[in-house]
């Protein structure tokens, strides 16, 4: 999905020589590190921030991901106080269990963007990951997510129906919530009368006025498939479950769209073809598959070219990928020839594409792709050739996100 390019383009540079301006002597060091580098990764909107443990003299590296990609920013010395300790400090975890993995949650004074911890014990000490959500405020709409013309009315479609599963399926960090957010959104200005809208998240990365949304707690058994259970007597009549990951959810998810109740919910799979094998053998009837999916949307984030992109002069991979533009590199896009991520979708309705019969049979993920191509369905890597055409991104990103091998 389109993503605003930083306004801070060398932030990385101007971390690194903020971070190595502090004195580690300082008792304040800590503090100061922890509050410039999270400062710094919020302006340039990165996603994670890893604090690696390099060895026993207590040094650490820095690395953040930007745009879906891992960069290392650079390597500091220990202080008095542990970087990752401080962490731990801010996300009210127990800073004196150092062997064990925990999670927690970091805000910022009235900072609108929250922070989840994790942190992990390593043979050189804790590693710390601190994954940064966007703002409520930036959420997207559904028309802002980037989607071809046909996806989104396709998509629209499927939020204004009463019943069914409604799958956003991709890796980890192809922008599902921010696409469930986005259709929740859509569902409370697009229909025509008022719906009842709850969710069940971990975490609730953003508020949405109107919406009755519940944090689960797998430690207390509030648990997604627990939570599906009870929200059903809350009068509901659209559902959003974060995520779909076992067989209790997916079979729970599966009969509350088969009784009169819309559910939005993410889905780890490789392909459109994959999500609806891998349910088949979660143990979800084929019977209730064939009539509770109501649809598909298959996304992967790639990289968009920089404006200093320039024209390539050759075919890549012997014609299978026509690259069109190329990367070059640039101080705006920080020398990587990409600024922002653009939103590459597959969409699948299985009545239109005929696929009823083959989940009764329970076909395995290859044929239900063969029925998909011969129902004539504009296919991932379809998507992706048109965006190169376009000069939008690159065959290198595409390989890269989609995981086409040479």
Known sequence: MPEPPSD????????????????????????????????????????????????????????????????????????????????????????????VPQEGRIRLGDEDIEMRLSVFPTVHGEKGVVRLFIASGLFRTLEQLGLPEDIEASVGRTLAATSGVFLTAGPAGSGKTTTLYACLRHIQTASPQMRSIASLEDPVEAIIPGIAQSQIRPSAGFTYASGLRSILRQDPEVIMVGEIRDHEAAETAFQASLTGHLVLTSFHAGSSAEAISRLSDMGIEPYVLRSGLRAILMQRLVRRLCNCAVASDTDDMAGDLADGRQPRGCPECRQTGYRGRMLIAEFVNPAEAHLRQAILNQSDASEIEARLVKAGVCMMHERAELAMQAGLTSADEVRRALGISE
């Open 8 to 99: 801070s383009p060398a932030s990385g540079a101007q971390f690194l020589s903020r971070g190595h301006a502090l004195n580690p002597a300082s008792e304040r060091f800590a503090v100061e590190f922890v509050e410039a580098l999270l400062s710094e990764a919020q302006a340039a909107a990165v996603s994670d921030v890893h604090i690696q443990p390099r060895s026993s003299d207590g040094s650490f590296d820095v690395l953040w991901r930007l745009n879906g990609v891992l960069q290392h920013v650079g390597t500091f010395p220990q202080g008095k106080e542990n970087v990752v300790g401080r962490l731990k400090v801010l996300a009210q975890l127990l800073t004196y269990k150092t062997d």
